[in-house]
């Protein structure tokens, strides 16, 4: 079957709210070398779509300027240099961005076949999850079994994942949230919930002998308070900052406590580390998927068109779990 010329797709006509998120047609883009094609079905919305609509996040150079880091969907073509792919494989794909369309390219090393028994709609929201949870908790932070583990904004994507991931590596688990029903979910998943309006983190952990590890994607006023809630020897990984990049710490605390501090971005790295990255998500994570210690946990749905909808959703934060794009169901 012939590729089309065109397809429809969402852009960005502006910098700022959801409303400047546009239907509009744009040519099929083709492989390069060592890229695929795919027909996408599904497609996730994450926080630096949000943050690239709104100007705050560049694609890098290179990229699509199209929003939609991650998403599901059928190999359509194949460029030179890439083998192990046929036309018409189920995939899912960590995205350098394009995911709002009919259509995206993306480097093969970035794609994981969808097997029979994952549904394409699961398969389009765990991507930019798990390859995030994935690298920062496990790779990067070094969360080992019976390790306490905290996460804020656990009732998103990202925590989770996160959460589901912590447990099934034999972690105890803690997570933030700001009312009953995202307490409820966060329960729900193993974790001990934390109502952040009603309770102190800190005094929470410090109780439990401190974190050995916090994901934080909020920073400013959690700085220093994720700080007071390691055990010594802890590790804090950044993944984002909600509140800001800025605080003021006393770094003595650091040195006496001996304490790690580190964080990564997923975007701007290689496309050497994202394929490590992807291979650690074939050989570790997908296990878990089939085994049943990990599953999707979906919020909403829009049509690829209802893209500022699915903005607008994600930034009450009354979110639980992922909002995907429906793109075409066959």
């Known amino acids: 079957m012939p590729l089309p010329v065109q397809m429809t797709a969402v852009e960005i006509s502006e910098p700022g709210g959801p409303g400047v998120l546009r239907a509009t047609e744009r040519a099929v883009p083709l492989p390069s070398q060592g890229e695929v094609l795919i ?6 919305v994450n926080r630096p779509d949000a943050l690239q609509r709104a100007g705050a996040y560049k694609a890098p150079l ?26 018409g494989d189920p995939v899912c794909a960590l995205l350098p961005g394009g995911g709002y ?38 790779m990067r932070g070094g969360l080992k079994a ?32 700001g009312n009953a029903d995202k307490c409820a979910a966060i329960a729900g998943l193993g974790a001990t919930a934390i109502n952040y309006r009603e309770q102190d983190f800190v005094e ?24 007071r809630a390691l055990a010594d020897d802890g590790r804090m990984v950044f993944i984002a900052f909600l509140e800001g990049p800025k605080a003021e710490i006393n770094f003595a605390q650091i040195m006496l406590r001996r304490l790690t501090i580190t ?12 394929a490590a990255i992807a291979q650690e998500i074939r050989a570790r994570v997908w296990p878990m998927l089939e085994a049943g210690h990990l ?36």
């Open 39 to 44: 027909r996408v079905a599904y497609a996730g």
């Open 62 to 87: 290179g990229a699509s300027d199209l929003p939609g880091l991650e998403c599901s969907g059928w190999i359509a073509a194949v460029g030179p240099g890439v083998s192990g792919w046929m036309v």
């Open 101 to 138: 369309a009919e259509f995206a390219v993306c480097p093969a090393a970035h794609v994981i076949k969808v097997p029979k028994w994952l549904a394409l709609k699961d398969a389009a929201c765990l991507p930019e999850t798990c390859f995030t949870v994935w690298s920062n908790v496990v």
């Open 146 to 177: 019976g390790e306490r583990f905290l996460v804020h904004g656990g009732s998103s994507g990202i925590g989770t994942t996160a959460i589901q991931i912590a447990r099934a590596l034999g972690a105890r688990v803690f997570a933030t949230a």
């Open 204 to 227: 929470v952990l410090r109780a439990e002998g401190g974190a050995d590890l916090i994901l934080d994607m909020v920073g400013g006023s959690y700085i220093p308070r994720n700080i």
């Open 263 to 274: 964080g990564s971005t997923l975007r701007p790295q290689s496309d050497a580390a994202k």
């Open 295 to 330: 599953r999707v946990i979906h919020d909403s749905e829009f049509a690829l068109t209802e893209a500022a909808q699915a903005h607008a959703r994600m930034e009450t934060s009354a979110h639980i779990g992922k909002i995907v794009l429906r793109v075409s169901g066959m």
